[in-house]
């Protein structure tokens, strides 16, 4: 049993706990230098997961090349991840 809130809750609506419980979920370990940031590994492409003041700024990179999106607080849980683990 999860105790986030629901999925269709946007991520302004959660509290810290609750998102990095969320990016623990995921699958992403947090980083040992910035609290802000979170990384997470994928199969085939990795991510740098940043919370920023305002917005959530992803960082993925797939074979040398990075790319990255940024997504508001304002953007359900669920949108935010169907959107992130499409990759880069």
């Keep these: 049993m999860s ?3 629901s999925d ?8 810290l706990i609750a998102i990095e419980l969320w990016l ?5 370990e947090p980083s040992l230098n910035d609290r802000s940031v979170w990384n997470w ?3 085939r ?3 740098q997961i940043k919370m920023e003041k305002e917005k959530l700024l992803i960082v993925w990179e797939k074979g040398g090349k990075k790319s990255q999106c940024g ?6 849980r669920h949108d935010v991840q169907a959107a992130i683990t499409q990759g880069p």
């Design 41 to 43: 590994v994928m199969p």
């Design 71 to 76: 997504f508001s607080y304002g953007l359900s």
């Design 24 to 28: 623990r979920e995921l699958g992403a």
């Design 8 to 15: 269709q809750t946007p991520l302004n609506q959660h509290s």
């Design 45 to 47: 492409w990795s991510a």
């Design 3 to 5: 105790f986030l809130p």
